[in-house]
């Protein structure tokens, strides 16, 4: 299986300030077909996952153009430009590279 | 307006088995590949089984495979997970979601709001 590594566990931000959150998979996420399978996915407190990028970069409809995906075969970035109130929550890595999926154990955003 | 929504979860011993369903409404379940996501209390995301959007092929997680077992009705708009030989590290809210397809390698972001399975004695 693929293991998905997230730093930091936890990441206190001011409001309007950026966060930045890392991401490493054990393997390299490029598929046989050119594709890297690699989402972030964001969950707020009491609610179920919600998709925020695919893909490394490509925001999901709807997303707000704040968050931002980078990296390449087995390290990437997950970017918040200003941090807003409605971005508290747990951000998650997830590789669809190979099944399983898995994800990373998740980050904690919070302001401080 | 889409909709997922879970049921049959609740408190069964180990051993124990339950069905999970997940009705859609406001789009055509038969048009995704669906799955299941667990998350145990306080934990993070765990994937458990996938279906494309015919029913014929599914994909289980290891610590699930020869346990639980995806199906689909395409007619009734439903998706299942059959669980059996419960164990006491099944416990999660189980949600249902067409997050990924395997078939197009296309991400959705339909999710339920999860139903919890707890497994006690």
């Known amino acids: 299986d693929i293991v998905m590594t997230q730093t930091p566990l936890s990441s206190p931000v001011t409001l309007g300030q950026p966060a930045s959150i890392s991401c490493r998979s054990s393997?390299?996420?490029?598929?046989?077909?050119?594709?890297?399978?690699l989402s972030w996915l964001q969950q707020r407190p009491g609610q179920p996952p919600r998709l925020l990028l695919y893909?490394?970069?490509n925001r999901f409809s709807g997303v707000p153009d704040r968050f931002s995906g980078s990296g390449a075969g087995t390290d990437f970035t997950l970017k918040i430009s200003r941090v807003e109130a409605e971005d508290v929550g747990v951000y998650y890595c997830?590789?669809?590279?190979?099944?399983?999926?898995?994800f990373g154990g998740g980050t904690k955003v919070e302001i401080k | 307006e889409v909709q997922l929504l879970e049921s049959g979860g609740g408190l069964v011993q180990p051993g124990g088995s339950l069905r999970l369903s997940c009705v859609a409404s406001?789009?055509?379940?038969?048009?995704?590949?669906m799955n299941w996501v667990r998350q145990a209390p306080g934990k993070g995301l765990e994937w458990v089984s996938c279906?494309?959007?015919?029913?014929?092929?599914?994909v289980n997680e290891d610590s699930v495979r020869g346990r639980f077992t995806i199906s689909r009705d395409n007619s009734k708009n439903t998706l299942y997970l059959q669980m059996n030989s419960l164990r006491a590290e099944d416990t999660a809210v189980y949600y249902c979601?067409?997050?990924?397809?395997?078939?197009?390698?296309?991400?959705?972001?339909?999710w339920g709001q999860g139903t919890l399975v707890t497994v006690s004695s």
């Open positions: 393997q390299s996420l490029v598929h046989s077909n050119g594709h890297t399978y």
């Open positions: 279906i494309r959007s015919s029913g014929v092929s599914t």
């Open positions: 406001g789009f055509t379940l038969s048009n995704y590949a």
């Open positions: 979601t067409n997050l990924y397809d395997p078939s197009r390698g296309s991400f959705h972001d339909y």
């Open positions: 997830m590789q669809a590279t190979q099944f399983p999926l898995t």
């Open positions: 893909e490394i970069s």
